[in-house]
C-alpha cells in the first residue's frame, strides 16, 4: 500500500519513516513537512492510498488540508493532543495515532488498516447466502441480507428482519461466528447490525431503518473505533 507521511515535526517524520520501512505491508512515497507540499504532491500521484496525518501544522491544518481534497486517500491521523479525537473520527481516520507513539502502537494501526482493507472485499453475492432459522418447529430459509441485526437475549439472540423476529437459542458469540464480518459487525456487547442499513451514525448510538422506520441502536465505546472506520467505507 502507498503512503506518505505529513507532518511538521522532523523528528517524528524520521520515527513514522523507520516504522514504515519495518512494514512489509506498506511503501513510502515521500514525507512532506507541511500540508501545501503534501496537496501539490497528491495532485501529482493518484497512487497514494493511505496518509498519516499530522494535525497542528501551519498553513494549512490536517482537518483544512482533507476539506480542500476532492478525493482524500485513507487517513490515519498523528496528533500529541488527545483534544481532536473525536473530530479525526468525523473526518473518517481509520485510526488516531498520539504521540509519542510506540512500534507495537503503530503496528496495531497497520493491522487494522490491513483488517479494514479486508473487510472491504466483499463478494457481490455474500448477501444472497442462505440460512435456515428455527422457528416454532419449522425452519425458515432467510437470504443473510434480509437480516437487518441480531440482539442478544441471555442465552438467546432474536435474529430481526424487515418483516420478522425470529428468537433462537444461540448466544451472540457463536452467531457473530456464523455470520460474515463483511455484512455484519458488532456495535455493543448486545447488537450486531447489517452495514448496509445504517442510515445515521453518533457517537453513542446509530440509526437504522427497519421498513421505513427509523430505529436507534445503542453504540458500545468499545466497539466505537470499528463503526467510525467503517464510515470510510460509505464514503470512499
Same mark, same amino acid.
Given at each position: ?8 515535526? /522532523?523528528?517524528?517524520?524520521? @520515527?513514522?519513516?523507520? $516504522?514504515?520501512?519495518? +512494514? ?5 512515497? #515521500?514525507?512532506?513537512?507541511? +500540508? ?13 492510498? &493511505? ?6 501544522? =501551519?498553513?494549512?491544518? #490536517? ?8 478525493? /482524500?486517500?485513507?487517513?490515519? $491521523?498523528?496528533? #500529541?493532543?488527545?483534544?481532536?479525537? $473525536?473530530?479525526?473520527?468525523?473526518? %473518517? #481516520? ?23 482493507? +479486508?473487510?472491504?472485499?466483499? /463478494? ?9 432459522? !428455527?422457528? +416454532? ?29 425470529? @428468537? ?11 455470520? =460474515? ?31 421505513? @422506520? /427509523? !430505529?436507534? &441502536? ?13 464510515? %470510510?467505507?460509505?464514503?470512499?
Amino acid at each position: 500500500m502507498n503512503c506518505i507521511i505529513v507532518d511538521d515535526d /522532523p523528528i517524528w517524520c524520521k @520515527t513514522l519513516e523507520q $516504522f514504515v520501512g519495518r +512494514s512489509s505491508s506498506l511503501s513510502l512515497a #515521500g514525507t512532506y513537512s507541511d +500540508s501545501v507540499s503534501a496537496r501539490n504532491a497528491l495532485m501529482s500521484r493518484r497512487d497514494i492510498e &493511505l496518509i498519516f496525518l499530522d494535525i497542528e501544522m =501551519p498553513e494549512m491544518d #490536517g482537518f483544512d488540508f482533507l476539506s480542500s481534497l476532492e478525493m /482524500p486517500p485513507h487517513i490515519v $491521523f498523528v496528533s #500529541g493532543s488527545e483534544d481532536h479525537a $473525536f473530530e479525526a473520527y468525523n473526518h %473518517n #481516520g481509520i485510526d488516531y495515532l498520539l504521540k509519542p507513539i510506540s512500534y507495537a502502537r503503530f503496528c496495531r494501526a497497520v493491522e487494522k488498516i490491513m483488517k479494514y482493507y +479486508s473487510g472491504r472485499q466483499i /463478494p457481490a453475492t455474500a448477501g444472497d447466502e442462505e440460512i435456515f432459522i !428455527k422457528k +416454532s418447529s419449522s425452519l425458515v430459509k432467510l437470504k443473510l441480507k434480509e437480516i437487518l441485526y441480531v440482539e442478544a437475549l441471555e442465552n438467546y439472540v432474536s435474529v430481526i428482519t424487515r418483516d420478522e423476529k425470529y @428468537t433462537i437459542h444461540f448466544t451472540m458469540r457463536a452467531i457473530e461466528q456464523q455470520l =460474515p464480518s463483511g455484512l455484519f459487525f458488532r456495535i455493543h456487547r448486545s447488537y450486531m447490525v447489517n452495514k448496509s442499513v445504517i442510515r445515521s451514525i453518533s457517537e453513542n448510538s446509530l440509526t437504522i431503518l427497519v421498513g421505513n @422506520t /427509523p !430505529k436507534t &441502536l445503542p453504540v458500545g465505546k468499545s466497539y466505537r473505533d470499528g463503526i467510525m472506520s467503517y464510515i %470510510n467505507i460509505m464514503t470512499r
